[in-house]
């Protein structure tokens, strides 16, 4: 199966801060960007815009979007995720936490790649800091 979704990674440029968003359930807890999948008929676009606002509360628009291609991660040999990757600037930095985490750290650049749990992730930063 092949699922469809977004990456995220929300930049507030002058602090020069990512934030990132923690995960917890009984097996793991982890930090890591937006995520989530791209809904039928939603554009990738869409989806980052809907997942931004559903996890941190931030209503943005596509200007604030940076697309940065598509990256393509295989999680077992039944799944596989192809993201749509998205930088997101805003000066904005209250953000109001969904129910789907259980925290959330703005991150100097430099600490970013301590902070991540995900081989992906830390990939995906890697691309984003080059746009930075």
Known sequence: M?????EAWIYHSSDREILLLKVEDEKVSFW???????ERGESPE???LREIKEETGLILSCTNLTSLGDFTVKIDEKLTIHKSLFLVLTEQK???LSDEHVGAQWVALDKVSSQLYWPSN??????ISEEL
């Open 2 to 6: 092949i699922r469809q979704s977004i």
């Open 94 to 96: 209250e953000i109001q």
């Open 32 to 38: 890591q960007p937006i995520t989530g999948g791209i």
């Open 122 to 127: 830390q990939t995906t930063f890697e691309i």
């Open 46 to 48: 869409e989806a980052c």
